[in-house]
């Protein structure tokens, strides 16, 4: 996933081959659950005594950011191979992620970032597995590489599902992209893969035990249900995102834009009620330069007297523009968007390809436009 973040992700432990590797705040909450569960299923089944379950519960914990720091650390190596910039990683309550820059990514490079993740986390589960076989750990080291395997295994198998926000979500984002050539088109259909695997683990681990008999253990339902709802929250932004992007091109500032006039600022009310009568639409003043500077405020001229029309200044009665608050008539809503973020203004000039005044544009026509919402 390509972004960025102003504000610092968490806690900075240090850098890893150069890339920056914060811990969130929300981690100690899932390390406490794992730390508090484990420690009470070791104590219960009476393997290890009093203290040392919760001891090496907390060690437990402690192996699942190290199989969640590698798989991290794998994508953001593969990432540089592929020079994509500014990576960080933050190991967070899901586990973990990592963060890039603004860039323009091709769907090879993206499957081969995304899949560095899973690969690292088998890896290090075969690592693991070759220590059990070939040395004689005690109890203690034996349950922790046990737990090491599994977690390793059971990490990068569910990572490698064919479902956003998941790893191998990228393998059907990636087909999609190189079949139809938009991005925005393959993340939507691998959203939808997982939002099936989300009500999938809410299946494999509440409702099938259920159904069988079997009783629902508190830790794992919680924990099923919790990335179940991760997923589902994750795919319903990346949707609405993609859904946004591909409307972006569709939407022009001409279709949205009110007809609109330019005055000279100078001019009075009764110049404006004249015009009006003439043409109607919307009134924007310029200065001498021809810079729009206001929007006369139809609930604020109708207030004026028409017998002082002669007498009130236009800018009386006027709106003020923001600096630079001014569109082509033909940008689409890339440009538009652009607008949104760099110009302190409600409303928008729109100028022709002649530079004459022709119509005046709402942020909020904007942006229910670039989000589908128009009628």
Same mark, same amino acid.
């Given at each position: ?220 339902? *919680? !924990? /099923? #249900? ?7 929250? $994750?795919? &319903? =932004? ?118 004459? *005044? !022709? /119509? #005046? ?7 229910? $436009?670039? &989000? =589908?919402?128009?009628?």
């Amino acid at each position: 996933m390509s972004e960025t973040s102003e504000k610092s992700p968490g806690i900075k432990l240090g850098r890893i081959g150069g890339v920056p590797v914060y811990l969130s705040s929300s981690w100690f909450i899932i390390t406490a659950v794992i730390t508090v569960s484990m420690g009470l299923q070791l104590s219960r089944g009476q393997w290890i005594p009093g203290l040392g379950a919760y001891v090496l519960g907390f060690a437990c914990a402690v192996a699942i950011a190290i199989a969640v720091l590698v798989h991290e650390v794998a994508h953001a190596m593969t990432a540089r191979a592929f020079k994509w910039p500014d990576a960080h990683i933050v190991l967070t309550l899901m586990g973990g992620h990592t963060q890039f820059g603004s860039f323009k990514a091709k769907p090879g490079a993206s499957l081969w970032v995304a899949l560095a993740g899973p690969v690292s986390n088998f890896v290090l589960a075969g690592v693991g597995w070759l220590v059990i076989q070939n040395l004689e750990p005690g109890i203690y080291s034996k349950l922790l590489l046990d737990f090491f395997v599994y977690a390793n295994l059971l990490l990068g198998a569910f990572n490698a599902l064919p479902g956003l926000p998941l790893d191998g979500g990228r393998l059907v984002e990636s087909i999609v992209w190189k079949a139809t050539g938009s991005q925005f088109k393959g993340t939507i259909a691998s959203s939808w893969v997982g939002r099936v695997i989300a009500v999938g683990v809410v299946f494999f681990f509440v409702i099938y035990p259920y159904l069988r008999g079997q009783e629902v253990q508190i830790i794992t339902a *919680v !924990v /099923g #249900l919790m990335v179940a709802m991760f997923m589902w929250q $994750a795919t &319903t =932004g990346l949707i609405a995102h993609s859904k946004m992007m591909l409307n972006l091109p569709t939407v022009i500032a001409s279709d949205l834009m009110k007809p609109a006039s330019a005055m000279l600022s100078q001019v009075t009310v009764a110049d404006v009620f004249a015009r009006l009568n003439q043409r109607g639409g919307e009134i924007i003043l310029v200065d001498a330069k021809g810079m729009p500077v206001g929007v006369v405020d139809a609930q604020a001229i109708s207030r004026v007297n028409p017998s002082q029309a002669t007498e009130v200044p236009a800018l009386a009665v006027a709106r003020a523009l923001g600096q630079g608050a001014i569109v082509a008539e033909d940008s689409d809503g890339r440009a538009l968007i652009d607008y949104l973020a760099t110009v302190s203004s409600a409303e928008y000039a729109v100028i022709s390809g002649q530079g004459h *005044v !022709v /119509g #005046l544009l709402h942020q909020q026509d904007i942006v229910k $436009a670039v &989000t =589908g919402r128009r009628k």
